[in-house]
């Protein structure tokens, strides 16, 4: 069959998409990796009504939901190639073969890369995190440190009112001077050494960061900013157009360069921002909103 519409991402977007799609009758495949930015996050929070739960019971209350709606198909598998085909309709290859829908949906997310600081990566999602809004509260009142130059003096600033203390290590780099003054204006302190390694003791809320030179610093967090990468090559098979970030371009309808394309969730964001909004309650708004926008150029003003 031809679907109406093939969602690429089972995360909060694609699967909000699903649903404001299914609630509307079209016949909707949506395709699930199984792979999640967030994967690494015991909890959710900043979302109404779901603050503190885990992302795994979210997908899966989101799922059962979708049972209701019984156009939309949900299938567990990986999508490897999208292509335009010459009536303009759109392919999808997966291990199960090529499956055809009149509009495609991209939500599939970025991965995140964390600094190449020894022992960081299985802190990260529990002691360590790069979101305040998403993780700052969980450190309240404990000494945080906040790893890295570039917006770092931002970072600390927003924690200001959270964090018992706070001490910035920018292994390595420079801080500009605005940044420097702004944070000895608050009483912030800067370390300037190379961080050598990172650990934390069994079932302590304690991590340790030894510094070159000898010096060992005790927190009770980090923050530290990643970078991030598409998870799919979607956009570029496409030829979408990107942004500076490396996410792809959208409108304020989650509209795509190509028509028939639309893109919702950390993946896209408008010009306007210099990166996604990346949040559970974010991406889940954009996956509305590029659906229905999907919705009525599919059926209103095809």
Request: charged share 20%; with cysteine; hydrophobic share 45%.
């Amino acid at each position: 069959m031809t679907f109406d519409a093939i969602i690429l991402g089972g995360g909060p977007a694609g699967l909000q998409a699903a649903l404001t799609l299914g609630r509307m009758h079209l016949d909707v495949l949506l395709i699930d990796s199984g792979v999640y930015r967030n994967d690494p996050a015991a909890h959710s929070h900043n979302m109404l009504t779901r603050d503190g739960v885990p992302p795994s019971e979210l997908r899966a209350i989101a799922r059962d939901q979708l049972h209701a709606y019984g156009s939309v198909e949900v299938r567990g598998t990986v999508a490897s190639v999208v292509a335009r085909a010459d009536d303009g309709t759109f392919d999808v290859t997966t291990p199960d073969g090529v499956e055809r829908a009149r509009r495609l949906l991209l939500a599939t997310g970025v991965r995140d890369a964390l600094p190449a600081v020894p022992g960081l990566a299985p802190l990260f999602g529990t002691l360590a995190a790069h979101c305040p809004f998403c993780h700052g509260h969980e450190y309240a009142g404990r000494r945080v440190a906040v790893i890295g130059a570039v917006h770092a003096a931002g970072r600390a600033l927003m924690m200001s009112r959270i964090a018992g203390e706070l001490v910035v290590l920018t292994d390595g780099a420079d801080l500009d001077e605005a940044d420097l003054t702004m944070l000895d204006a608050h009483g912030i302190a800067v370390r300037a050494e190379p961080i050598l390694q990172i650990g934390s003791p069994n079932g302590e809320q304690r991590v340790d960061v030894q510094l070159e030179g000898g010096d060992v610093i005790e927190v009770g967090g980090i923050l530290t900013a990643t970078t991030f990468a598409q998870s799919a090559p979607f956009a570029e098979q496409l030829g979408l157009d990107l942004l500076p970030s490396g996410c792809v371009e959208v409108d304020v309808f989650g509209r795509t360069s190509m028509p028939g394309v639309y893109a919702a969730g950390d993946l896209a964001h408008v010009p306007e921002l210099p990166m996604p909004m990346s949040s559970v309650l974010t991406s889940a708004a954009a996956g509305l909103t590029a659906a229905a926008t999907l919705l009525r150029e599919l059926v209103v003003v095809p």
